[in-house]
């Protein structure tokens, strides 16, 4: 494909958001036509996690997404070298329903 035929798309972005939310805490959940995805901060001194945004997507958005953090992560760790998860494998994912309604682990 020819450079010219490649399609140009415009983005609008505003300053606030711009600026970005930190977050160090997703949670995922699902039906059978939409993932909602909770950013969320989990900060020390905090009785609960706070959500900075959520976006719900359709899941053949969600897959695409995958895609994406799955290319940039292999573009990024060939550059700066593999990303280092605290030498354990993390839990990819979790029931809310496993929690209490205090905050802690049942």
Same mark, same amino acid.
């Given at each position: 494909?020819?450079?010219?035929? +490649?399609? #140009?798309?415009? *983005?609008?972005?505003? &300053? $606030?958001?711009?600026?970005?939310?930190?977050?160090? @805490?997703?949670?995922?959940?699902?039906?059978?036509?939409?993932?909602?995805?909770?950013?969320?901060?989990?900060?020390?001194?905090?009785?609960?996690? +706070?959500? #900075?945004?959520? *976006?719900?997507?359709? &899941? $053949?958005?969600?897959?695409?997404?995958?895609?994406? @953090?799955?290319?940039?992560?292999?573009?990024?760790?060939?550059?700066?070298?593999?990303?280092?998860?605290?030498?354990?494998?993390?839990?990819?994912?979790?029931?809310?329903?496993?929690?209490?309604?205090?905050?802690?682990?049942?």
């Amino acid at each position: 494909m020819d450079n010219n035929d +490649k399609k #140009q798309m415009s *983005i609008d972005l505003n &300053p $606030e958001v711009a600026l970005g939310k930190y977050s160090n @805490l997703a949670i995922i959940s699902h039906s059978h036509s939409e993932f909602i995805i909770d950013f969320a901060e989990i900060l020390p001194g905090l009785p609960q996690p +706070k959500v #900075q945004s959520r *976006i719900v997507m359709a &899941p $053949e958005h969600v897959k695409r997404l995958l895609a994406a @953090l799955n290319d940039n992560i292999g573009k990024y760790e060939s550059q700066f070298g593999t990303i280092i998860l605290d030498g354990v494998a993390p839990k990819a994912t979790f029931n809310l329903a496993d929690f209490n309604p205090n905050g802690t682990k049942s």
